[in-house]
C-alpha cells in the first residue's frame, strides 16, 4: 500500500490492513460539527472501543494539519474534538484543506474518499446525508449520496435523519444504484425514530448475506459503488414518531427564517433539533451510534470469512 505523504494510515491501521484483520472507517464531522463538547469526543472513543470488542481495528478519519489521516490515536482525537477551528470536511473540501494545512471533521462524503485509498470496507456513521427538504427551491442535496455511489465500502447508519426529505433520498439512492438494506428491518430507520411503514428498505437477517452480496456486488459483478446497510436504533432510546415530525418542522422552519443554507444548514437544525428535544436526542444519538460501530465491526470480520464455494 503505497500512498504518498499527504496521506497518513496510523501503523496500527496499516498492521491490519496489511495482515487482511477487519478494519471499520469512522467519521469525524459527528466530532467536529454534530455532537457538544465533551459528548462529542466520548461518542467516537466508545464507537472505536465497540469496535475492538469485536475484534476489529477503528480507522477514525479526519484532516489535521493537511495531512488526510485514516487513524487517529486518542491524543490527536482530543485534540480535534477541541478545536474550534476544526472545519466540516466534505469530499470536495479535502484539496483545499490539505492545501491550506488546515484541520477539519470528515463528513460522510469526505471519510469514504480515506476509506477507499487505505482500502477499508466498512464505515460506521450515524445517519447519512441526503437530499434536503425543500430542494425544489434550493438544490441542496448531500454529496454523501455521490460519494457512497462511487466507493466500494459497506456504510452503516440508522438510515437518514428526518430533518431530510426521506422520500426523495431514497429514490436518490435508487438512482444512484446504491442497495439499501435494512439490518433485521423492512422500514427505512429515521435516525431518532425507527421509521414509518411507507418507505421500505430490503430486510437482511444476517451478516453473511451483506458480505456475500458486497462480494458479489464488488468482485464478481465489479460495481464499485457503495452498499448502504441501515440499523434501527433500539426501541427502548428511539423517540416517538409525531414528537420527531414536530420537532424537525420547527428546526426546518427556524433555518429558513434566519437563511441558513449550504453546509451550515445539517449542524444547524441537528443542534436545534437536539434542543426541540432537550437530551432525549443525545441519549439517542450515542446508543445508535454505538449500536451501529458494533454491527459495522461484526460485518467487517464476515467479510472476512472465505466465500462459499
Ligand atoms: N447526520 C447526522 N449527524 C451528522 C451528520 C449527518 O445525523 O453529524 C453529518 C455527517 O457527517 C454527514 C454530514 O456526512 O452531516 C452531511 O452534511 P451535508 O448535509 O452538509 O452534506
Ligand atoms: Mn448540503
Request: charged residues 20%.
Amino acid at each position: 500500500m503505497a500512498l504518498p505523504p499527504e496521506i497518513v494510515v496510523a501503523p496500527p491501521v496499516r498492521a491490519a490492513l496489511t495482515e487482511g484483520r477487519p478494519v471499520v472507517a469512522l467519521e469525524t464531522a459527528v466530532l467536529t460539527h454534530g455532537l457538544p463538547r465533551p459528548t462529542n469526543r466520548e461518542a467516537v472513543a466508545a464507537m472505536a472501543a465497540a469496535i475492538e470488542a469485536v475484534g476489529a481495528t477503528p480507522a477514525i478519519i479526519a484532516v489535521v494539519d493537511g495531512r488526510l489521516r485514516v487513524g487517529l490515536d486518542d491524543d490527536a482525537l482530543v485534540d480535534l474534538g477541541e478545536n474550534r477551528q476544526a472545519h466540516k470536511l466534505g469530499a470536495r473540501d479535502l484539496a483545499w484543506a490539505m492545501s491550506a494545512g488546515v484541520s477539519g471533521g470528515t463528513t460522510v462524503s469526505g471519510t469514504l474518499v480515506g476509506a477507499r485509498l487505505a482500502g477499508v470496507e466498512v464505515f460506521a456513521t450515524g445517519g447519512i446525508g441526503g437530499v434536503h427538504r425543500g430542494w425544489r427551491d434550493h438544490r441542496d442535496i448531500s454529496s454523501d449520496l455521490e460519494e457512497l455511489a462511487r466507493t466500494p465500502c459497506c456504510t452503516v447508519s440508522a438510515g437518514a435523519k428526518s430533518i431530510l426529505d426521506l422520500p426523495a433520498t431514497l429514490e436518490a439512492l435508487e438512482s444512484l444504484a446504491i442497495p439499501v438494506l435494512g439490518w433485521r428491518t423492512e422500514v427505512f430507520p429515521q435516525f431518532y425514530a425507527r421509521g414509518t411503514d411507507d418507505l421500505r428498505v430490503r430486510k437482511v437477517d444476517e451478516l453473511a448475506a451483506v458480505a456475500e452480496l458486497c462480494r458479489l456486488r464488488w468482485r464478481v459483478l465489479e460495481q464499485p459503488g457503495g452498499v448502504l446497510l441501515t440499523q434501527p436504533l433500539a426501541e427502548e432510546h428511539a423517540l416517538d414518531q409525531a414528537v420527531v415530525d414536530r420537532a424537525v418542522a420547527d428546526a426546518v422552519a427556524q433555518a429558513s427564517a434566519l437563511g441558513i443554507r449550504g453546509q451550515d444548514l445539517t449542524p444547524f437544525l441537528l443542534a436545534a433539533l437536539s434542543d426541540l428535544t432537550v437530551g432525549a436526542s443525545l441519549t439517542a444519538n450515542l446508543a445508535l451510534l454505538v449500536a451501529n460501530a458494533r454491527l459495522a465491526a461484526r460485518l467487517a470480520c464476515a467479510l472476512k470469512e472465505p466465500a462459499p464455494a
